[in-house]
């Protein structure tokens, strides 16, 4: 059975206004060493083991991760081409409060497709999907995050 998981971080003194942004992390398995076309970046070949990818939403974060999670989907994003290939999985998705570019540099990891998610980025991130390698860890930062099923 597939874990899903969802982080809602205390915002009790800062309230979200409506039009920022949620940020989310999806967790994601690669089980086998794949080379994978990623729309206009190209391909890449990507070593088997966990992945993080970070990402945001104006709204309705729930159906944007749901839509992650599913295989009948048009290749939007860059993520949809890696979350297509039948050897990848999400393993389970994260939501925070946090500015997405800031919760991707968090997070620690080896690029290894360099502006996957983030030819949009104003931070100037280099990618916004990270290989954590054979460790499925989580970031040390979530240490202190009380995590709610989604």
């Known amino acids: 059975m597939e874990t899903s998981l969802i ?6 003194n800062n309230k979200m206004q409506c039009h920022q942004h949620q940020s989310y992390q999806l967790h ?3 089980e086998k ?3 994978i076309s990623i729309g206009k970046l190209g391909g ?3 070593p088997a083991g966990y992945y993080i990818y970070t990402g945001s939403a104006k709204k309705n974060i729930e159906a944007r991760v749901q839509r992650h999670r599913s295989d009948n989907k048009k290749k939007h ?10 050897h990848s999985k999400i393993t ?4 925070f409060n946090d500015v997405e570019c800031k919760l991707n540099q968090l997070t620690a990891g080896k690029i290894v497709a360099p502006g ?25 930062f979530y240490a202190n ?3 709610h099923p989604l």
């Open 44 to 46: 890449f070949l990507f």
């Open 77 to 86: 994003w860059h993520i949809d081409y890696f979350l297509l290939n039948p």
């Open 145 to 147: 995050s009380p995590l």
């Open 116 to 140: 996957f998610g983030a030819t949009d980025c104003k931070s100037k991130c280099n990618s916004h999907f990270k290989y954590l390698g054979q460790d499925q860890t989580k970031p040390a």
């Open 28 to 30: 994601i398995s690669l």
């Open 7 to 12: 982080y809602l971080k205390n915002n009790i």
């Open 92 to 95: 389970s998705a994260f939501q």
């Open 33 to 35: 060493e794949t080379r």
